[in-house]
T-cell receptor
Framework: DQQVKQNSPSLSVQEGRISILNCDYT??????FLWYKKYPAEGPTFLIS?????DKNEDGRFTVFLNKSAKHLSLHIVPSQPGDSAVYFC???????????FGKGTLLTVNP | DADVTQTPRNRITKTGKRIMLECSQT?????MYWYRQDPGLGLRLIYY???????NKGEISDGYSVSRQAQAKFSLSLESAIPNQTALYFC??????????????FGPGTRLTVL
């Protein structure tokens, strides 16, 4: 049973436009949410996170939104750049044990 | 210099062979993790260790074992490799506490092929 779902395997956007990546989760006990980016032949790298006590966190071009009632997480990238082309994973954490559960990932392609 | 290193980066082996994947870190983190990534399945946790004396199974530990030789080293073994263990394997670390303790830092990965 998937606890974290990224329903779009891929997304293609034009350079300069907004990219919106979505993630749904099933357990309301999850209290911390993260986004990772992965380029081919590299390990995932941390991008941005949000605690369950917040509904928005912004870092430069990247903003994460959390809708707890809908159990929905989204990542907005504005403006999108070709270098943003990568696989994006959302990850969730429950409590203090620091284990992360990852979604399957969404491949973002930003076209020049 | 990379903070989390994995050796080997690529390995091709045969069914039934014993394989060890090694992970070293210079971040000084207490917590270490092993994941595998399969196409379309994301990252799945195999084993994790919160300190040298603490080893825990993840969601897919069958067929794998681990050893935490030191704070900085965490090895993953496949005692008798089988083809469905062909995957990309990642080691990760995280701090025990601090502002970034929620983040995990990943190594570059080991691509393992079992024929």
């Amino acid at each position: 049973d998937q606890q974290v779902k990224q329903n779009s395997p891929s997304l293609s956007v034009q350079e300069g436009r907004i990219s919106i990546l979505n993630c749904d989760y099933t357990n309301s006990m999850f209290d911390y949410f993260l986004w990772y980016k992965k380029y081919p032949a590299e390990g995932p790298t941390f991008l941005i996170s949000i605690s369950s006590i917040k509904d928005k966190n912004e870092d430069g071009r990247f903003t994460v939104f959390l809708n707890k009632s809908a159990k929905h997480l989204s990542l907005h990238i504005v403006p999108s750049q070709p270098g943003d082309s990568a696989v994006y994973f959302c990850a969730v954490r429950r409590g203090s044990n620091y284990k992360l559960t990852f979604g399957k990932g969404t491949l973002l392609t930003v076209n020049p | 210099d990379a903070d989390v290193t994995q050796t080997p980066r690529n390995r091709i082996t045969k069914t039934g062979k014993r394989i060890m994947l090694e992970c070293s870190q210079t971040k000084g983190h207490d917590r270490m993790y092993w994941y595998r990534q399969d196409p379309g399945l994301g990252l799945r946790l195999i084993y994790y260790s919160f300190d040298v004396k603490d080893i825990n199974k993840g969601e897919i530990s069958d067929g794998y074992s681990v050893s935490r030789q030191a704070q900085a080293k965490f090895s993953l073994s496949l005692e008798s490799a089988i083809p469905n263990q062909t995957a990309l394997y990642f080691c990760a670390t995280s701090a025990l506490k601090g502002d970034r303790s929620n983040e995990q830092f990943f190594g570059p990965g080991t691509r393992l092929t079992v024929l």
